[in-house]
């Protein structure tokens, strides 16, 4: 009783008696520590009572640093003292001296810590890191930190890993899947913070994997050279993916994203046009326009390459333009390369061709020559017919006999498909009054 009424002084003297006949006591040094602690309150940080228990805790731990709590006391004190580095140190200190069984209660007071306002970025990166060779499974607390403080280059680096290690399994439940389009998200839009990464070996495994979503990974793939103002590169792999998608909703995708670059790339080149001849009208004057016109006259047969002022207005009109025009051939390919045994897509496409008879013409002997009759739909023999009547309509009789023969020695499936060329053959030689040809077959 008479040591609970006596004054602090008299109370830490106590104490310290006690703990220099039992150094090894840990309920004494926690009940002192405790007490110490307490009296610490409302002082600012930097008063000398504060720095004495740092000191006290630093005797307490010469014996007592296999003590988890008197460690979580210490760092809880420090951290509300704002002191980083003592602070950083002090934790690095805890988990050498701690068995690794007890890390877990380190670190979640470490990390609170390194969240806090004012921590340098990098150090809590660091720090970060090291967290997750113990946990690697908590490697999406991490990415999340560094989306908040916007290291995107740091971000795409993590996320890259965790796709490549086939054990991950994400804590919030996410699919591969669902990562890899978070990836893309993030390297399109900050293109310039991610030099560092192989954007496009990334984005490309991920189109090789994934078949069910390849028209997002493609547009965010032409996004990324759009962004770092790679305008050619992106029209490239719009032309790529356009050619290797093979459903629809992909093609659409790509397609509608695609004329939108080349329409919003097209308005910018003519605004700047516009801005640059309400210049030239406002500072050209009568006798500067008399001058160009003489070293006009003066030039005259010079090469148009050596004056030209970067104006592409028109080869961008034409290229939409042209786009446009291939788009049912585009399609048309898609739906061939998810059957390319369709002998009513190949007709289809065959129809397109109306005005190019050469390209009907290699159109046909693509698909006599692609579709299997075994795993044909449709009936094969209307592709040899409609290409005996493509030449017979252009009054070339003869390539149009010779399809008939290689018809002839063709394999079909049904009896009936090669019944049909015969009587085809038949009716082609009647309408053109070949009576004895008609009449031999």
């Known amino acids: 009783e008479t040591i609970k009424n006596a004054s602090p002084e008299r109370r830490n003297l106590e104490y310290e008696l006690a703990l220099k006949t039992l150094p090894g006591s840990y ?29 006290t805790f630093e005797r307490a731990l010469v014996t007592m640093h296999k003590m988890p709590r008197i460690w979580l006391d210490y760092l809880s004190f420090l951290v509300d003292q704002k002191l980083i580095t003592r602070t950083r140190r002090t934790f690095d200190r805890a988990l050498a001296s701690l068995p690794i069984t007890q890390h877990p209660r380190i670190w979640r007071l470490y990390l609170t810590f390194i969240h806090q306002s004012g921590i340098p970025t990098e150090t809590a990166v660091r720090v970060y890191r090291r967290y997750l060779q113990l946990e690697p499974s908590h490697a999406e607390e991490f990415l999340a930190y560094l989306r908040t403080k916007e290291r995107w280059g740091d971000a795409a680096r993590v996320l890259a890993h965790l796709l490549d290690d086939p054990s991950f399994r994400s804590l919030e439940g996410k699919s591969k899947h ?14 310039e913070s991610v ?50 998608v093979t459903t629809v909703r992909d093609f659409s995708t790509i397609f509608d994203s695609f004329t939108q670059m080349e329409e919003g790339y097209l308005t910018l080149l003519l605004a700047q046009a516009d801005t640059k001849n309400e ?71 065959a129809k397109l061709f109306r005005s190019n008879p050469t390209k009907q013409i290699l159109c046909f002997a693509e698909a006599v020559r692609t579709v299997d009759p075994e795993k044909a739909t449709g009936k094969p023999g209307a592709l040899w017919v409609a290409f005996a009547k ?52």
């Open 27 to 55: 309920k004494l040094w926690h009940a002192y520590l405790t007490e110490r602690k307490k009296s610490t309150r409302g002082l600012p940080v930097d008063a000398p009572e504060v720095q004495a228990v740092n000191n």
């Open 178 to 191: 669902q990562l890899w389009l978070e990836l893309c998200d993030l390297v399109t839009r900050h293109p």
């Open 279 to 349: 210049e030239e009208n406002g500072i050209v004057k009568e006798n500067d326009k008399a001058e160009k016109e003489k070293e006009d006259s003066d030039d005259e047969g010079d090469d148009f390459l050596l004056k030209d002022d970067g104006d592409d207005v028109d080869l961008r009109l034409a290229r939409l333009d042209h786009l446009m025009a291939r788009r049912p051939e585009l399609l048309s390919s898609v739906a061939l390369r998810q059957n390319p045994h369709n002998v009513i897509e190949w007709l289809k496409r």
């Open 390 to 441: 493509l030449y017979e309509r252009h009054g070339d009789l003869a390539n149009a006999r010779i399809v008939f023969e290689k018809a002839f020695k063709a394999k079909f499936k049904y009896t009936d498909d090669l019944a049909v060329i015969w009587c085809e053959a038949a009716e082609f030689e009647l309408r053109n009054k070949e009576y004895r040809k008609a009449l031999t077959l």
């Open 195 to 244: 030099r560092g990464v192989p954007v496009e070996e990334i984005l490309r495994g991920g189109i090789r994997r994934y078949r069910d979503d390849v028209g997002r990974l493609w547009t965010a793939l032409a996004e990324y050279f759009m962004r770092r103002r790679l305008f050619e590169r992106a029209r490239d792999v719009y032309e790529e993916a356009l050619t290797s």
